[in-house]
């Protein structure tokens, strides 16, 4: 049974910095390009960045210079480090695995989701 974890969600002030943290299990980890989205209240689930099996990255405009994407493979984890937080960042943020072997923006290549972790950035 596969399952991925979210964690490292919170309250922070614009300007700020969060770690998200994904620990997935019952998946051969290095097998899978990860991603990270978010869903605001009121909108669609959109896309935030990926890395590849190898360690390639690939970001949302709206992020790049902002948020940096990495993977530990030993520890199954994937990580999303969030760095000048805007109010605009405000939103349930997802980690997922795809089994299709590259990276995707697009949400129906993802074949498993975690249950999300809330980031809030005040202004």
């Known amino acids: 049974q596969v399952q991925l974890v979210e964690s490292g969600g919170g309250l922070v002030q614009a300007g700020g910095s969060l770690r998200l943290s994904c620990a997935a299990s019952?998946?051969?980890?290095?097998?899978?390009?990860m991603g990270w989205f978010r869903q605001a209240p009121g909108k669609e689930r959109e896309f935030v960045a990926a890395?590849?099996?190898?360690?390639?990255?690939y970001y949302a405009y709206s992020v790049k210079g902002r948020f940096t994407i990495s993977r530990d493979n030993a520890k199954k984890t994937v990580y999303l480090q969030m760095n000048s937080l805007k109010p605009e960042d405000t939103a349930v943020y997802y980690c997922?695995?795809?089994?299709?072997?590259?990276?995707?923006?697009?949400?129906?290549?993802?074949?498993?989701w975690g249950q999300g972790t809330q980031v809030t950035v005040s202004s």
């Open positions: 890395i590849s099996r190898s360690g390639s990255t």
């Open positions: 019952g998946l051969t980890f290095n097998t899978y390009p």
């Open positions: 997922a695995a795809s089994s299709r072997g590259g990276t995707s923006s697009d949400t129906y290549d993802y074949d498993y």
